[in-house]
């Protein structure tokens, strides 16, 4: 048996598995032969099969899930022909192979067939070693190449989908009292987060309005802005109120326009820093790469020379070791640095932003023009490049900075020179090293940073303190002169759990002193976590007070209602002993609450305190409810309530929602009340058959699955998933065709008696397909009306239709299939009605 076009229907999938045998991977390029003898009927008659020859899928132009060398590339819209005489393919053009970063075919008639729009390039005539597959249970097509084929970090250039013209709002209420024997203190908070989406731009606004008691409403805007992604430069642009990226001078809003790289752009293999692994095969060899014993990644090369520069980010680092396993048997091994720090991109990539407007800090005496930008390279495997500018009146600034990957760790260093209102130059040097051992799995993390002048200021600070008139030295009073900061965790192998210490130090000009240390084991056994800390903090202007932490979380109840009981026994300084219960629940992934109940006693000032609190929170469909209550033996009592929630506008109406997100979904299903998104059981389709999806993830591919559990059983889906790319911000309008009526399982045979041969098709009075013939004779459908008619056919022939009449009784076991109680008959067509 050859293999044809695989895709799956709507109706017959009971038989699509015996029939198609294996439509999970298929090929189109080869018409199937199936041996009827397999399915001969009683009395000698066989099963004419010739309908499915030629295969369910036709030439024309197909919305399917592309995977190249078995990477996701999102879904594109595939041609389907036969390029004349040849077997069905798909067909290659020049964009699909500039989207998919592979490398165009040197030969000009290729070139040629690629740029016309009406050719159908098959994958073998760009390389004789290129293969394909289609699955049609996946709607998805497989392409294999040679990685030569392949161009080098191929960008995440799309397609992105922009999504429909809509408006959102997202609301977050809280109202809090506070009150003791003495006083109270009433607070309300409003925030708002809103905006309108018009093809590819996108306005946002965010704000809060806030009171205190009788005090009048504080409104503060926080930003307002029009923005939109651009692919080609992988980039984002913003008009309006915003903040600066804050990467290497501090964050600070402005008024303008501003153009800055968006790296969630770039594909997953180009996120985060890894080196690129450059050497030479003598055969076709295979290439394989580990990090800590773990195999990271495996490709084969051919002979000559080879680079990877594909490899996913490994968080933190830890050196990487390649093998080359030549077809010969032999091998060579050798060792790549991979220490990762921010400040280090991979070899060829770049990131810039550029800021001009005036600046719009909060509480600034005065605002001024602002000119920032920045630039960020990737030389090479060992180093990293990173400039920058801050011009203002009166105030500019310049960075320099370079990054190292060593094998003795990753090393970042840049220097930071300030002239604020025409005054001299201050300098700020900072240094930043992480390493990781692979031999301990240590991994440490060290930042400092030196002020060789007093009065080192950021922009926002000589904002705040510009007056002249008021501040005659707007440089005086505590000014920082040296910081180091240090984080390390070490892993205890056999011993089990783990050992991390953190501490800060800081010291100004003015001989002030403060520091910070902790240092801790955790470890789980099971579901019970342990967490034992001590730490240490102090200054120069007050004694160090020395703190120690003792915490348990022990689960109780049952998985599908979880419930975790956390203990913690604090002794401190000041507090002297502190004990804490804290005992939290929810009702599982599809019961929409949790709680939270808690106990403290402390002694602080000669006095013993008392308190106890509860917290619970209700997460329905369109609002989100939280509240909580506490009070002490000290006559303190407080309490709050919450409500989150958003609205969506959209063509077809207005929409509720508990959450968004940056980028959503919304989903349209006729009919499928009840049924629930996978990802977010609790989140059901309402009576509309609709529901909203948030937090996609944009620039990726998203799969939105339906669970049909809980759907009227009269209802079906005739698609359950859909993956989309969405745009950042975009609200995408996803649409599932379902189809309602009575699932019936009858049994008839034919006018003799014979049972209905297996596998024929059977369709309604208007010639839809709604069922097939399965095992036993049985017939299977979904009908629309109670009582109808009909038509079965298993070939093309006259002698091979019939038609047979049903009536389903008025009220039907809406749970279960309808079976009657004697078979009916299915009798020959009249001639004149024979399809």
């Not at 209602?561 to 939290?584: E, I």
């Not at 033996?633 to 508990?658: F, K, T, V």
């Not at 006018?751 to 596998?759: E, I, T, W, Y």
């Amino acid at each position: 048996m050859t293999m044809a076009p695989c895709v799956r229907s709507s109706w017959p999938w009971l038989v699509s598995g015996a029939l198609l045998l294996g439509s999970g991977g298929c090929q189109l390029a080869q018409a199937v032969e199936f041996d009827a003898s397999f399915l001969q009927l009683q009395g000698g008659e066989r099963l004419d099969l010739a309908r499915l020859a030629q295969g369910p899928l036709p030439p024309g132009r197909y919305e399917l899930d592309l995977w190249l060398n078995d990477q996701s590339r999102g879904r594109h819209p595939i041609r389907i022909d036969s390029g004349g005489a040849s077997p069905l393919h798909p067909c290659l053009t020049a964009a699909l192979l500039a989207q998919l970063g592979i490398r165009p075919p040197e030969d000009p008639a290729l070139q040629q067939a690629l740029a016309d729009p009406r050719a159908c390039p098959a994958p073998e005539s760009l390389d004789p070693l290129a293969q394909w597959r289609y699955d049609g249970n996946q709607l998805a097509l497989y392409l294999t190449l040679p990685q030569a084929r392949l161009l080098k970090s191929p960008a995440n250039t799309g397609p992105w989908q922009r999504g429909i013209t809509a408006g959102l709002l997202q609301y977050d209420l809280n109202q809090y009292h506070y009150g003791t024997s003495e006083r109270t203190t009433d607070q309300r908070y409003l925030g708002l987060e809103g905006g309108l989406n018009w093809q590819a731009w996108r306005l946002r606004h965010r704000s809060t309005l806030s009171q205190r008691d009788q005090a009048a409403t504080d409104w503060n805007n926080l930003e307002t802005n029009l923005w939109r992604s651009l692919p080609s430069w992988q980039s984002r642009l913003t008009l309006g109120q915003a903040n600066t990226q804050g990467q290497f001078f501090d964050s600070l809003g402005y008024r303008g326009v501003s153009l800055a790289a968006d790296p969630r752009m770039l594909s997953d293999q180009a996120q985060g820093f890894a080196p690129q692994i450059r050497g030479q095969a003598r055969s076709h060899a295979r290439i394989s790469v580990h990090q800590q014993g773990r195999l990271l990644y495996q490709t084969t090369v051919p002979p000559g020379e080879f680079v990877i520069d594909d490899l996913y980010a490994t968080g933190y680092g830890g050196d990487l070791e390649v093998t080359v396993l030549e077809a010969d048997g032999s091998q060579q091994t050798f060792t790549v640095a991979n220490n990762g720090l921010p400040q280090l991109l991979r070899a060829g990539q770049h990131r810039f932003a550029l800021t001009l407007g005036r600046t719009d800090v909060a509480d600034a005496d005065t605002q001024a023009a602002l000119l920032e930008g920045s630039w960020h390279q990737g030389l090479s495997n060992l180093a990293s490049v990173y400039l920058g500018s801050q011009l203002s009146e009166h105030y500019s600034a310049g960075l320099w900075g370079l990054a190292l990957n060593s094998p003795w760790g990753a090393l970042a260093l840049d220097l930071t020179a300030a002239v604020p209102h025409e005054d001299q130059t201050r300098q700020r040097w900072r240094a930043r090293y992480s390493r990781q051992w692979t031999d301990t799995d240590t991994h440490l993390t060290i930042t400092g940073q030196h002020y060789r002048q007093p009065g080192y200021q950021s922009l926002a600070d000589s904002l705040r303190r510009s007056d002249s008139e008021t501040t005659p030295d707007p440089w005086q009073g505590d000014s920082p002169h040296n910081r180091l900061d240090l984080t390390m965790n070490q892993p205890l192998g056999r011993l089990g759990g783990s050992l991390y210490l953190s501490g800060s130090w800081l010291a100004s000009w003015e001989h002030h002193r403060q520091w910070y240390g902790q240092l801790g084991y955790q470890r789980q056994w099971g579901p019970v976590g342990l967490n034992l800390s001590a730490s240490r903090s102090g200054a120069s202007s007050w004694s160090p007070e020395n703190r120690y932490q003792l915490t348990l979380s022990l689960p109780l109840g049952q998985q599908a209602y979880p419930q975790t009981l956390n203990l913690m026994l604090n002794h401190s300084s000041s507090q002297h002993w502190q004990s804490q219960a804290y005992l939290s629940g929810s009702g599982g992934p599809l019961i929409p609450w949790s709680y939270g109940l808690s106990t403290a006693r402390w002694q602080e000032s000669g006095q013993t305190h008392h308190t106890l609190g509860a917290n619970g929170q209700w997460r329905g469909q369109k609002l989100a409810l939280s509240g909580s209550v506490s009070g002490d033996n000290q006559q303190q009592r407080q309490y709050s309530l919450g409500a989150r929630g958003a609205l969506l506008l959209h063509p077809d109406g207005l929409l509720a929602s508990r959450d968004l997100g940056e980028s959503i979904a919304i989903i349209q299903a006729p009919g499928a009340a009840g049924a629930h998104l996978r990802s977010w059981p609790d989140i059901q389709l309402d009576a509309d058959g609709i529901a909203v999806a948030p937090y996609l993830t944009p620039f990726r591919q998203n799969t939105l699955e339906l669970d049909p559990a809980g759907m009227d059983p009269n209802v079906e889906l005739l698609s359950t998933q859909q993956q989309v790319s969405p745009d950042a911000g975009a609200v995408m309008l996803l649409q599932f065709a379902s189809r309602q009526g009575f699932p019936v399982l009858l049994s008839a045979a034919l006018a003799d008696g014979q049972p209905l041969p297996f596998g024929a098709q059977v369709r309604d009075e208007q010639g839809e397909a709604v069922g097939a013939v399965i095992q036993g004779g049985q017939l299977y459908a979904r009908v629309n009306s109670r009582q109808g008619r009909l038509l079965v056919s298993w070939g093309e022939q006259t002698d091979a239709q019939c038609q047979l009449s049903y009536q389903l009784p008025a009220r039907p076991n809406a749970a279960a299939l309808y079976l009657p109680p004697t078979p009916l008959r299915c009798q020959a067509l009249p001639q004149e009605n024979t399809p």
